[in-house]
């Protein structure tokens, strides 16, 4: 069986049927971004809050002894501005900060949490700069809990976290924030062979809900061949954002507290030789763009630029473009709606971008509200959300039949 087949069946499906969703979440889904506190070309006030309905500041890093906050002048002015302005604005939507980061070593996490006293100062302090500067919620972005002892400390963690903010919002009668965490793209981690696996339990107990990072499968770190950012399908691993949501969801996690991770930004290769371009093709460095990274928006204007080939594959649900030597994988406008339908096959949370100033004049997010807040199209778009549930179920039946045949 060949995956290239898809478009042809899919259309003779499409052809036949006329089909519409329903949500899997009686008050929709939950639409997320980061904005990176550098990003200066787009402030809080440039952010379309008709977008989405949560938006995370990126990143704050607590005293690597104390693991209390020290907020100077210029932080607390960012802090206050985006808090402000996104109340503000018409929706108003809730705002979390994070912390951490991949830039982050996970060390500084791990010591921070091995203790009670050291994760009751950290806590506190979350809860004083979350009200402090007119948050709704914290977000915490450990990269990643790397022992089997981590993951039991971080259970501890958020388990204390929520018992304190419960106790904070009865004591001064506000809401109780909110309590998120961005997570490996799976619930078993395997990296630097040392597996653990995160406290499910807990997060279902004591997190409003998980984002799922599903993406970075393949970049810089293996330069010998190209490789997809953040496939949905991986016919030849596991590797994928269909395994790893199935996997959370396996171990029991509450379908509703899962939130997928969907990449505005690309990954870049350059090829060994121009002539052998498809995923798995032959590479000898990074491609265009910072250490073999671009935003999205700069995918396209490459695209454009550079007269680039651009390929969508259907057996990965992923892109690339081809320009010379120059490869670079990422999502578009049609992975990540086939992305959003598949999630809502799931009936999990909802989806997150990293990173809102990635998208190009909010191409990816407009569409895909679409999708996510109707399951079909307004007349007149190109592609419709029909189709994509349509091409989700066909690809579905794909997979099993591959897995039978394994």
Not at 253 to 265: C, N
Request: hydrophobic share 40%.
């Amino acid at each position: 069986m060949k995956f290239h087949k898809a478009p042809t069946l899919f259309l003779v499906i499409l052809s036949l049927i006329s089909a519409t969703n329903s949500m899997g979440s009686s008050h929709g889904p939950n639409k997320g971004g980061y904005w990176p506190s550098w990003s200066i070309d787009l402030p809080p006030s440039a952010i379309d809050t008709t977008l989405f309905t949560h938006l995370y500041y990126a990143f704050l890093i607590p005293n690597n002894i104390t693991f209390k906050f020290e907020i100077d002048d210029p932080t607390a002015l960012l802090l206050k501005n985006f808090t402000t302005t996104l109340h503000e604005k018409k929706p108003s939507i809730k705002t979390l900060f994070s912390i951490g980061g991949g830039l982050v070593g996970p060390k500084l996490f791990s010591r921070m949490a091995l203790g009670h006293d050291s994760r009751k100062s950290f806590i506190l302090s979350t809860i004083e700069v979350a009200r402090k500067f007119g948050f709704d919620g914290v977000d915490l972005d450990w990269e990643f809990p790397q022992t089997p002892i981590d993951m039991v400390n971080f259970g501890h963690l958020i388990h204390e976290w929520r018992v304190e903010v419960k106790k904070e919002a009865k004591s001064t009668g506000k809401p109780e924030l909110l309590l998120s965490a961005a997570t490996y793209y799976k619930p078993e981690v395997t990296l630097d062979n040392v597996y653990r696996k995160y406290p499910v339990e807990s997060i279902n107990k004591n997190l409003d809900w998980i984002n799922a990072m599903c993406y970075d499968y393949h970049g810089s770190w293996d330069l010998s061949t190209t490789g997809t950012l953040a496939a949905l399908y991986d016919p030849n691993s596991k590797v994928s954002t269909s395994d790893g949501l199935e996997s959370w969801i396996k171990g029991k996690i509450h379908r509703e507290k899962l939130v997928m991770g969907l990449p505005l930004y690309g990954r870049t290769w350059q090829l060994k030789d121009p002539s052998l371009y498809g995923i798995g093709a032959p590479a000898v460095d990074v491609g265009p763009g910072d250490e073999g990274q671009m935003l999205y928006a700069d995918v396209e204007k490459f695209n454009v630029k550079n007269n680039a080939k651009v390929v969508f594959d259907f057996p990965t649900v992923s892109v690339y473009s081809v320009a010379g030597v120059s490869w670079i994988g990422y999502d578009d406008v049609r992975s990540v709606k086939i992305k959003i339908e598949y999630a809502q096959e799931l009936k999990i949370g909802g989806y997150f971008f990293w990173a809102v100033n990635g998208d190009q004049e909010w191409k990816i997010s407009r569409k895909v509200r679409l999708c996510s807040d109707h399951f079909y199209a307004r007349k007149g778009e190109e592609e419709s959300c029909i189709a994509i549930y349509l091409y989700v179920k066909y690809t579905k039946v794909v997979k099993r039949l591959y897995r039978k045949v394994d």
